[in-house]
């Protein structure tokens, strides 16, 4: 059985940093896309960044280029997303998604994933 573990969230103020963690176990993702996506209050779920493959490409969204890094571990299975300068607009629950098959549409959509994490929050005070 899949399963995506998020941690890392919790409530910071402007100007800092938290970094997010995501293990993923059941399978090997090393060569699937494997991607942050954030939903705020009231909002539509979100693309972040993502990273293709281990040792691949990696996308942002404008908001948070020059700020967030994505990143993965040696073995594929555990992604990162280090966010620094973090703003009261990146408060939302962020979750973690993998690929698990090619599902001919664009990374940036959530159709894309087939695995997701429960979420974990995080809070950005002003």
């Known amino acids: 059985q899949v399963q995506l573990v998020e941690s890392g969230g919790g409530v910071v103020q402007a100007g800092g940093s938290l970094r997010l963690s995501c293990a993923a176990s059941?399978?090997?993702?090393?060569?699937?896309?494997m991607a942050w996506f954030r939903q705020a209050p009231g909002k539509e779920r979100e693309f972040v960044a993502l990273?293709?493959?281990?040792?691949?490409?990696?996308f942002y969204t404008n908001s948070v280029k020059g700020r967030f890094t994505i990143s993965r571990d040696n073995a594929g299975n555990t992604v990162y997303l280090q966010m620094n300068s973090l703003k009261p607009e990146d408060t939302a629950v962020y979750y973690c998604?993998?690929?698990?098959?090619?599902?001919?549409?664009?990374?940036?959509?959530?159709?894309?994933?087939?695995?997701w994490g429960q979420g974990t929050q995080v809070t950005v005070s002003s």
């Open positions: 998604a993998a690929e698990g098959v090619w599902h001919r549409t664009s990374y940036y959509l959530n159709t894309a994933y087939d695995y």
């Open positions: 990273t293709i493959r281990s040792g691949g490409s990696t």
């Open positions: 059941g399978r090997a993702f090393s060569s699937s896309a």
